[in-house]
């Protein structure tokens, strides 16, 4: 039997194995290194970016923040009144000057609601009159929008025109005291001719041996040259008075309905043909029913006072485009001369030895009010156009 004996003896190491074996760890290890420090310095360089970004980031945060205070600020101070709508037009901010107008902060509540308890629409478009609340006076308020976001938020922005509507009442009303003040002199003149006319003929009446028939003749002179004086002064009132401007909604379709059915017999006495033509599509302005029907009314008896029997007097309404209305009045009458026709509008100017002067300043006074312009045309021996332009509602 035979037994077999394993030797303990270790293997010999090759020693240039062994050197091999070093030579590939060092070189394991300088690459390790290398990246190692290559590693550290981006960290480094990534370390410094980033603390770069934070200051950066840092200030922008506070010029962030001291804008948003300034803006606070600034929405705190405005004027006007500003509120803030959300997606579901609910109200999520307001400044102070829309808590004063609208009453309280109504943070919280519906535009929609809160617009139907303290809005009261006016004819102007945008412009609403805020129901008084607690004893306050009542105010006139433009409101117009503004998209806040694409999520469909909104910025209400609320204007108080109260006190402009009244400086611009108080202006006119200047105005008017100060073209009076002008007018003083040439008003003593108008009044003085006829004055002295009634006067006259009402000395011839005093006489005992006056025939009957000469009585009636200069009774009925004095009874012309005081309802002149009367014309004169209703008309110098109603220039004073500066009857113009309105806040009621004018159809001009109906206006003209009217004013056919007052002057069409009047007309026809004079031999006059009066037409009427209405373009205006079913126009509408906002002003003053009363003054402008008189205004109509004052050039349509001026050009019936200035046509011949036989002559033709036309009214016509049509749509001038840019949000305006024309309405003219066309007469064949003689015309008026190009020297004259600057002078037309001024107080107390006329060509008629029956006029007071002051019908077509008044006249101009109306459209002014209105926010409009007047224009005449005229040639001698081609008649005249007065043409009136006006905003429509």
Same mark, same amino acid.
């Given at each position: 039997?035979?037994?077999?004996?394993?030797?303990?003896?270790?293997?010999? /190491?090759?020693?240039?194995?062994? @050197?091999?074996?070093?030579?590939?760890?060092?070189?394991?290890?300088?690459?390790?290194?290398?990246?190692?420090? !290559?590693?550290?310095?981006?960290? @480094?360089?990534?370390?410094?970016?980033?603390?770069?970004?934070?200051?950066?980031?840092?200030?922008?945060?506070?010029?962030?923040?001291?804008?948003? *205070?300034?803006?606070?600020?600034?929405?705190?101070?405005?004027?006007?009144?500003?509120?803030?709508? %959300?997606?579901?037009?609910?109200?999520?901010?307001?400044?102070?000057?829309?808590?004063?107008?609208?009453?309280?902060?109504?943070a919280g509540r519906t535009w929609t609601?809160?617009?139907?308890? /303290?809005?009261?629409?006016? /004819?102007?478009?945008? !412009?609403?009159?805020?129901?008084?609340?607690?004893? +306050?006076?009542?105010?006139?308020?433009?409101?117009?929008?503004?998209p806040l976001d694409a999520a469909g938020?909104?910025?209400?922005?609320?204007? %108080?025109?109260?006190?402009?509507?009244?400086?611009?009442?108080?202006?006119?009303?200047?105005?008017?005291?100060?073209a009076m003040g002008e007018m003083a002199?040439?008003?003593?003149?108008?009044?003085?001719?006829?004055?002295?006319?009634?006067?006259?003929?009402?000395?011839?009446?005093?006489?005992?041996?006056?025939?009957?028939?000469?009585? $009636?003749?200069?009774?009925?002179? +004095?009874?012309?040259?005081?309802?002149?004086?009367?014309?004169?002064?209703?008309?110098?009132?109603?220039?004073?008075?500066?009857?113009?401007?309105?806040?009621?909604?004018?159809?001009?379709?109906?206006?003209?309905?009217?004013?056919?059915? #007052?002057?069409?017999? *009047?007309?026809?006495?004079?031999?006059?043909?009066?037409?009427?033509?209405?373009?205006?599509?079913?126009?509408?302005?906002?002003?003053? =029913?009363?003054?402008?029907?008189?205004?109509?009314?004052?050039?349509?008896?001026?050009?019936?006072?200035?046509?011949?029997?036989?002559?033709?007097?036309?009214?016509?309404?049509? %749509?001038?485009?840019?949000?305006?209305?024309?309405?003219? #009045?066309?007469?064949?009458?003689?015309?008026? %001369?190009?020297?004259?026709?600057?002078?037309?509008?001024?107080?107390?100017?006329?060509?008629?030895?029956?006029?007071?002067?002051?019908?077509?300043?008044? $006249? =101009?006074? #109306? #459209?002014?009010?209105?926010?409009?312009?007047?224009?005449?045309?005229?040639?001698?021996?081609?008649?005249?156009?007065?043409?009136?332009?006006?905003?429509?509602?």
């Amino acid at each position: 039997m035979e037994i077999n004996v394993l030797s303990n003896t270790p293997k010999q /190491v090759d020693p240039k194995e062994l @050197e091999q074996a070093f030579s590939l760890f060092n070189e394991a290890s300088a690459q390790l290194t290398g990246a190692y420090q !290559e590693l550290q310095q981006q960290v @480094e360089r990534l370390t410094g970016e980033l603390a770069v970004a934070n200051v950066e980031l840092r200030r922008q945060l506070l010029e962030k923040e001291a804008l948003s *205070q300034r803006l606070s600020h600034l929405l705190a101070a405005m004027p006007a009144g500003v509120v803030v709508l %959300d997606q579901q037009g609910g109200i999520s901010e307001m400044n102070p000057a829309a808590q004063e107008l609208l009453g309280e902060n109504l943070a919280g509540r519906t535009w929609t609601e809160v617009a139907a308890h /303290v809005l009261v629409q006016t /004819v102007a478009p945008h !412009e609403w009159d805020l129901v008084p609340t607690r004893g +306050v006076v009542p105010r006139r308020v433009s409101i117009s929008s503004s998209p806040l976001d694409a999520a469909g938020g909104q910025v209400l922005l609320i204007h %108080d025109m109260t006190e402009a509507y009244a400086l611009q009442r108080e202006l006119q009303r200047h105005q008017r005291l100060s073209a009076m003040g002008e007018m003083a002199a040439g008003l003593a003149h108008q009044l003085r001719t006829p004055l002295a006319t009634a006067l006259l003929y009402t000395a011839h009446l005093n006489k005992p041996d006056l025939a009957e028939a000469e009585r $009636v003749r200069f009774a009925d002179k +004095v009874l012309a040259r005081l309802r002149h004086l009367e014309h004169l002064i209703q008309d110098m009132l109603l220039f004073v008075k500066g009857e113009g401007g309105g806040q009621d909604a004018v159809p001009l379709p109906s206006l003209l309905v009217e004013l056919q059915q #007052v002057m069409e017999p *009047q007309m026809a006495e004079h031999g006059l043909e009066f037409k009427v033509e209405d373009d205006s599509r079913g126009a509408t302005v906002l002003g003053s =029913r009363k003054a402008l029907t008189g205004a109509l009314l004052n050039l349509l008896e001026n050009a019936m006072q200035a046509c011949p029997r036989g002559g033709r007097v036309e009214l016509r309404c049509e %749509d001038g485009g840019n949000g305006q209305v024309v309405l003219s #009045v066309t007469d064949s009458g003689k015309g008026i %001369d190009a020297a004259i026709q600057d002078r037309l509008f001024e107080p107390f100017y006329t060509t008629r030895n029956d006029g007071t002067g002051l019908g077509l300043a008044i $006249v =101009r006074g #109306v #459209v002014e009010a209105h926010r409009g312009t007047v224009q005449v045309k005229s040639a001698p021996g081609c008649g005249s156009e007065f043409s009136l332009r006006l905003p429509k509602l």
